[in-house]
């Protein structure tokens, strides 16, 4: 019996003295175990990012691991996260809350019913100024630009090359349309903001960034000082700037594009300065290059 507590006492010393995994690490693997439906070991990750020294989770961080721990049974963590994440943002909801199907498990617990009045009584409230029939045309712009994208991306992985053609040239339709959509809405409203049509304003960003270089070069002033208001994340710009230098045929500062070599292997498009890319991506709040091209399956030159 000595020595089986001995053996205990041990393994106990050894996982306690196991480092932990940096806090973006164990959320990157977490959301590739969530792309894989491996919901339980996603849950995991998740757990050990918001134990993790380095542990800065943002809003979206509790709710993506609300919805995983939901996916794996774990209402417990489920609902620790979505109390937790509406105690430390006062402000944060989601559309169609109710309707999230990650959270489809949560729904037979007392629990749910107070969480979710709270959260549509918080949309309510915030959306009450909306210019809700803008925020629907942006909606349908966002929903034109990726199911065409979506449909894609499933043809190259499943190898149905029979229907990528196809495909690219409903992409090229889309952004031909979208564009022409987006620029409407300019010229209708400027740029909008979040006070009138909230974080839907990301669909401008997203269709220009879909547009030719001369069309990015042309709208980026706008964007940059949209992010400097708050009105736009900063990794958006910095993938905006990038696709622009790529276009160009000069170096990227970020490392977010990619491109196929002639084996067919996808490669980060050469980068300004390998050793600085990390600090430059750390300062617009993406990872590191490393995780970032492991996750996308490419190589580094």
């Not at 480092?19 to 919901?39: E, G, N």
């Not at 960003?205 to 009105?231: F, N, T």
Request: with cysteine; charged share 25%.
């Amino acid at each position: 019996m000595k020595r089986l507590t001995y053996i205990f006492i041990a393994s106990l010393a050894f996982y306690a003295c196991k480092p932990s995994i940096p806090f973006q690490t164990a959320v990157r693997k977490a959301d590739s175990c969530y792309m894989a439906q491996d919901y339980r070991q996603a849950n995991e990750y998740y757990k050990q990012a918001f134990k993790a020294s380095d542990a800065a989770p943002q809003s979206y961080h509790y709710s993506n691991a609300a919805g995983v721990a939901a996916m794996a049974g774990d209402e417990q963590t489920a609902f620790k996260r979505l109390n937790q994440l509406i105690e430390n943002d006062k402000e944060w909801y989601a559309s169609n809350f109710a309707e999230n199907p990650d959270y489809v498990y949560l729904h037979t617990f007392p629990q749910w019913k107070v969480l979710k009045d709270t959260v549509e009584a918080r949309q309510e409230r915030i959306e009450k100024d909306y210019d809700h029939e803008l925020i629907a045309r942006l909606q349908a712009i966002h929903e034109r630009d990726q199911k065409p994208r979506h449909d894609f991306l499933f043809a190259y992985q499943t190898k149905a090359v029979d229907l990528i053609d196809s495909l690219v040239r409903e992409m090229q339709r889309a952004d031909s349309i979208n564009l022409i959509e987006i620029q409407d809405i300019l010229q209708t409203h400027g740029f909008p903001s979040k006070a009138i049509v909230g974080t839907n304003n990301s669909v401008i960003w997203l269709v220009i960034q879909h547009s030719d270089v001369e069309c990015q070069k042309a709208y980026y002033p706008m964007l940059r000082d949209a992010a400097e208001k708050g009105e736009l994340r900063w990794d958006d710009i910095a993938l905006l700037e990038d696709r622009i230098a790529m276009h160009e045929g000069r170096p990227q500062k970020y490392g977010s594009q990619a491109v196929e070599n002639a084996e067919g292997e996808l490669v980060i498009y050469s980068l300004l300065n390998k050793d600085s890319v990390d600090y430059w991506r750390a300062e617009v709040g993406m990872p590191p290059l490393a995780e970032y091209a492991k996750q996308m399956n490419a190589l580094i030159p």
